[in-house]
């Protein structure tokens, strides 16, 4: 079997460098490549392309570099389809703007990505990284579970603990069969909470297995992207991974856009 | 008032091969649950709402061959066990339900291979749970599976399975895998012996019973040949220390036995529900929905009712599921008993009597805290010492501490209401004199004790948890209160009658316990100066010292809402509000119906229903209850929806630690007292229906002291209900 690829591409900025603390962290866990990919309008000498996206930091010293020419969304997404990465892993944008949501480019590999996809805040800058809390926001329904296999199976490799996060929607319950939501009646909390979480958890279990990891579960209710923003401050989470369902125009995925603007730590998207 | 119509027929096949199983499921949909395909998530809630039970032993309707999400359970009422520092819970044996088959190497799987049908059918009419399942595997073969599972309500220590196996395109080799999983012999930490035994045969195509030593264990291995169907049956017999001297020896002679007498064993099972469904079932015509709800009621109820054994009681969800962890709540005296003391009056005494045998732990309870006679435990197992949580952690991650088990005191005037209404009801004397009086006179005497007498001349109650239990610590709840006062005016009307018409013993009585001549007189005394904080001007109770003051929170502005108002407005806020859990000033107006003018019954509702957030299952039949008894029936009928959907439409997990047993008992009670508008007066049984217009007719029958009656609404008029026999 040939090695899993966790593909970072960097677009020469010194904000895109943010990806790579992160990326390497995630290679580790995975016992993945780390390749990096660089798209121009011409394909520059190795010596000038390294120095020009590193920076002058030795971070890239040891790494492969994939240039390819042409538009930058286009030749990631290409690439990706040909490396079948396990990751991307890039920066949300290379402005330097706080609460921006999305570059361009990242948007659209976003968009069209065939592999999960990490976010980096380009604030984090050089900052080392590790892997021990993963805040994973669920709507209780068994879409959402199945598409969270591959981020609880990092998070197990990791030896991470899961925060499993429900925000009540308080007007609607999911009407799919499985779904597990607040509640409607507690009679006795000293029973029924702890029931609730166990079979939260039990229900997200027998689709998508947690193997060793240890797992808590939390409620709250509110403006889902605020409540899970603040749980992730509280907790201090270091990654929050997100089931994104692959609409985008509005009023779709507002609680991703919510988060993707004002998270502070790293974002993995999955599709559901 | 017309005799009640028969129950809708039941079809059976006109005959069946030696090899099939040995009946068929009822057909009418009135009488059974379907649950078609499979949805692995929703398999608690499944395995919670197919529960099959006996009083004695209950079983979740897990999938014999298990699934990622499969939590079968079995349960022996009465037996708990706890690991050290935490309370005990209802102990589960092994898993005898559990049968894989295997097909060339191939084991049969829900999530592999093509479902071509599959099909669980809860039969309440019979007490069985079927299934139906066709597999065909990756190379094609199809195999025609039927189960059939049930709890003998005929010998409660019998659990029956039986399954047949027929592969309809192919022949081959077919290994089924019986063996028990789990514990077959346990010692709790109470010292209780538990013994489980198991007896199996495998029947071939022509009736016979294949001999085969492999079987003991529960594994077999099949030659089988194309259309031909095979059967295993899978007998299990369940014996505790408390039953018998050697439980282990008692379990397999008995299983041994019942294996021969297979055929029997099931029809004598089916005839025993079908005798118990001839006194306790309640015919609605015109609304099949509310039909199948009642049923769904009451086979739950009577699944988890055992009136051989006077030491256990009902759990809050019976034996369908591990939830609140087997503990007995006043769910069992003020929302199960009234069913069981109009339909089985054997099972309502069972439940009585559970509790005065855990009297001396009620006694022990209210000693602890310094007051005389007995403070029931909030939440009671097998002794009847409190086993409340202490604390719990809350889902926003903090540790909360329960203050239930503490101040939830009005259990002990519950447990005395429960037992002066079986009484009345069923006018047993016996029980009233051997057990019942001392119950009522050791809570009255908590009461007296309890309420402190204060300058301003009355007598208060001061920090306790009423039945809304978003408010906690307050003074004076009207609940709490209000049946403290009437258990004190019970007891010493009961004292009264027993030393004037039983006086010998009353004598032996009053010397056993200790109680002065005067001592009654100071129970009447107290009922009489305690506060209940009914405002005359307003015609209101208020809920408790200080309630009309908190802030007014418009519930309509959540609705609809998915979620307890507790979740969405916080602890402190919500016990700041006027937002309520569940009925409170209202349950006291419907357990003392009798005692409030019609104006004051109708301002408290009016008050008290839109103040309401029914964060407690107990919550809407209450409600569906007493908006029924004044009249209001479609808001009555809006509520018995909501409470029969609390198991029937969960698809939120609810019910997947066991059925809302309480709420159940609630749901017959709105529909009996409330829709049917049956009253129990001193003159005899009354009725002011109001059913729902869908409704086209209401039947049931019902025993009050020893007699049989017969109530078909809304033909007749009148107070008398007629009378019969045995049904």
Known sequence: ??????????????????????????????????????????????????????????????????????????????????????????????????????????????????????????????????????????????????????????????????????????????????????????????????????EFVERLACICPLGHLHVRVFLAHGDPAAEILRLSEKQSTDLIVLAWRGRWEVPRAGILKDIMREARCPILVVRA | MTKAASPPAVEYQAALDAVDLPTTPTVDSDWIMVEEGFTLAREHELESLFAIGNGYAGSRGSLAEGSALSAPATSVAGVYDSAPGSVPGLVMVADWTRLSATIDGNRLRLDQGHNLEHRRILDMRQGILWREWRHQDGAGRITRLRELRLASVMDRHLLVQCVTITPENYSGRVSIDAALTGPVALVTSGGTNVAMAVAHRVVDPGGHSIDST??????????????????????????????????????????????????????????????????????????????????????????????????????????????????????????????????????????????????????????????????????????????????????????????????????????????????????????????????????????????????????????????DEYHETVDDNAYTNGMAQWNLEVAQEIADLIAERWPGQWQALSRRLGIEAEEPRGWQRVARDLYTGFDEQAGLFEQFHGYFALEDIDLASFAPRTAPMDVLLGRERIARSKVIKQPDVLMLVYLLWDRMPAEVRKANFEYYEPRCGHGSSLSPAIHALVAARLGDTALAERYFRQAADIDLADNMGNSAGGIHAGALGGLWQAAVFGFAGLRLTEDGPEHHPNLPASWRSLSMRFQWRGRWHELTLPEGEGRNCRTGNDP
Not at chain 2, 265 to 278: C, F
Request: glycine share 8%.
């Open chain 1, 1 to 198: 079997m040939s090695e899993p690829v966790i593909l970072v591409p960097l677009d020469g900025t010194e904000q895109a460098l943010a990806a790579l603390p992160v990326a390497k962290v995630l290679a580790e866990i995975d016992r993945a490549a780390l390749h990096i990919l660089y798209v121009g309008e011409r394909e520059p000498p190795g010596a000038e392309l390294r120095d020009r996206l590193a920076h002058g930091t030795p971070v890239l010293d040891g790494l492969t570099i994939y240039p390819r020419v042409g538009t930058p969304a286009a030749q990631i997404l290409q690439v990706a389809r040909e490396m079948n990465p396990r990751l991307i892993v890039m920066c949300k944008h290379s402005g330097a703007e706080r609460g921006k949501m999305l570059g361009r480019t990242a948007m659209k590999v976003l968009h069209d990505a065939p592999c999960p996809m990490v976010l980096v805040p380009p604030e984090r800058g050089a900052m080392p990284w590790r892997l021990q809390h993963v805040l994973v926001p669920h709507d209780g329904t068994p879409t959402t579970s199945a598409a969270l296999q591959g981020a609880t199976q990092l998070a197990d490799r990791a030896r991470a603990e899961l925060l499993v996060a429900h925000v009540t929607d308080i007007r609607a319950a999911p009407t799919e069969p499985g779904s597990l939501t607040t509640p409607s009646y507690v009679d006795q909390p000293q029973h029924e909470w702890p029931a609730w979480s166990s």
């Open chain 2, 214 to 467: 492999e079987l003991v264990d529960g594994r077999q291995s099949l030659e089988v040949r194309l259309g031909e169907t095979y059967r295993l049956d899978r007998i299990v017999a369940l014996h505790t220390s408390g039953d018998t001297g050697e439980p282990g020896a008692m379990a397999r002679t008995h299983a041994e036995r019942a294996i021969e007498h297979m055929t029997d064993v099931i029809s004598e099972h089916r005839d025993a529900w079908l005798a118990r469904w001839g006194a306790s079932d309640l015919r609605i015509d015109g609304d099949p929905a509310a039909q199948r709800a009642l049923r769904f009621a009451i086979y739950h109820l009577l699944s988890a009712a055992n009136p051989q054994d006077d030491r256990v009681s009902i759990g809050a969800r019976g034996l369908s599921g591990t939830g609140y962890k087997g503990h007995v709540f006043w769910d069992t005296d003020i929302f199960m008993l009234p069913f069981f003391m109009l339909t089985y009056p054997e099972a309502a005494r069972a439940l009585v009597m559970y509790r005065y045998h855990t009297l001396a732990a009620a006694r022990a309870k209210a000693a602890r805290l310094e007051y005389r006679g007995a403070l029931y435990a909030w939440e009671s197992a097998d002794s009847g010492e409190d086993v409340t949580p202490p604390f719990v952690i809350a889902p926003d991650g903090e540790i909360a501490r329960i203050l239930t088990g503490e101040q939830e005191q009005h259990i002990s005037a519950d447990v005395a209401f429960g037992v002066w209404s079986y009484w009345r009801s069923t006018g047993d004397d016996r029980f009233l004199i051997d057990a019942g009086a001392e119950i009522l006179i050791e809570t009255a005497r908590f009461w007296a004790s309890r309420a402190e007498h204060e300058e301003d001349g009355r007598y208060h109650i001061r920090g306790v948890i009423g039945p």
